[in-house]
């Protein structure tokens, strides 16, 4: 304890925060190949509502299996119903898998169209700064982090090497406009992140908190797609054969576990920022290994992913300042 009887702060630890950031960054990588198999999903169906419910639908049923086979799955669950009737853990804060149903949403509405390049574009732009009022509100499991020179200027490096590495591409009005899907999308993943991580400390288990995730996910979808089948009548398209369009959902498990779990490492801001790193150079690894008719990487491409990973160390070194407990929770005796 400090001499006024409370807590002192903690101290992020260096070696977690650096194992966090790779981690946050190869599940960037798997988030634009979901994006690539949600957007053609919604191709083949003829409808992106569609495509988010059987991408998040697959998700909900490998997790209400696999959870309650665990045993750690099994404790958080139970840990959970305990959290939320003491009030540790609010309803609200288990509402985060809204925004990852938006997400996959407007990858199946919109990739079609913008492509995985222009679609990042729109979601970083988002993200960034919504990451920056996050942690600075202290809605994540670290608490309130101050809004440091470093990491607005890793926040807006961010944005510039995105809008490099695709800036050939954005000159059409029309997928400008059909980018405010994502744009909006980027604003909910960063509460998304900090209050996924806050089921996660509540359950003591990244996959628990991923099942409530899906499993909100999954209802919002179910509601949309309610309303959409009311308006536009049944998809034109058909269910693909190929198996891996399928597998969205299971890569958005991941996704969201290890988000859950390393967020309490890394803050919300540089969880966000390398994750985004991943989402450029996965999206530049699918333009030149597996080109569509839209895929064109040039040296700009290359330069704007090579400016994201620089932009992400810059904000890493203004994360390391002590950081104040969440409000909400009290300070651990000693």
């Known amino acids: 304890m400090t001499a006024t009887g409370t807590a002192a702060p903690p101290v992020l630890s260096t070696t977690r925060r650096i194992a966090g950031v790779g981690l946050a960054t190869a599940s960037g990588v798997a988030v634009a190949v979901q994006s690539r198999?949600?957007?053609?999903?919604?191709?083949?169906?003829?409808?992106?509502?569609?495509?988010?419910?059987?991408?998040f639908g697959l998700g909900l049923l490998i997790l209400l299996v696999l959870v309650p086979a665990l045993p750690g799955g099994r404790r958080g669950l139970v840990a959970l119903r305990a959290a939320l009737r003491d009030g540790s853990l609010r309803p609200w804060q288990c509402l985060g898998g809204v925004c990852g149903a938006f997400l996959v949403a407007t990858q199946g509405l919109t990739i079609g169209t913008l492509g995985v390049a222009v679609f990042t574009v729109a979601v970083v732009a988002g993200q960034s700064g919504s990451s920056l009022l996050v942690d600075r509100a202290g809605l994540g499991p670290t608490g309130r982090q101050p809004v440091t020179p470093t990491r607005l200027v890793g926040a807006a490096l961010t944005v510039v090497a995105v809008l490099l590495a695709v800036g050939d591409r954005l000159g059409d009005p029309k997928a400008l406009a059909l980018a405010l899907l994502p744009l909006a999308a980027g604003v909910g993943i960063a509460w998304q992140q900090a209050v996924n991580g806050r089921v996660r400390g509540a359950a003591g288990s990244a996959m628990t908190a991923t099942l409530v995730n899906f499993t909100v996910g999954t209802v919002?979808?179910?509601?949309?797609?309610a309303v959409d089948l009311a308006v536009r009548g049944r998809p034109a398209g058909a269910f693909p054969?190929?198996?891996?369009?399928?597998?969205?959902?299971?890569?958005?498990?991941?996704?969201?576990?290890?988000?859950?779990?390393?967020?309490?490492?890394?803050?919300?801001?540089?969880?966000?920022?390398a994750t985004i790193a991943g989402q450029i150079v996965g999206a530049v690894l699918l333009d030149v290994v597996l080109p569509t008719s839209a895929s064109h990487p040039g040296p700009a491409t290359f330069l704007g992913a090579a400016l994201t990973l620089v932009a992400v160390l810059v904000a890493a070194l203004g994360t390391g300042r002590p950081v104040s407990r969440p409000a909400d929770r009290p300070p651990s005796p000693r």
């Open 37 to 55: 198999i949600n957007g053609e999903l919604g191709v083949r169906l003829a409808d992106g509502i569609a495509a988010a419910v059987v991408s």
């Open 220 to 225: 919002a979808l179910l509601v949309t797609l």
């Open 241 to 273: 054969g190929e198996f891996w369009l399928y597998l969205g959902g299971p890569i958005g498990i991941v996704f969201i576990a290890l988000a859950a779990a390393i967020v309490r490492f890394t803050g919300v801001l540089l969880l966000g920022l």
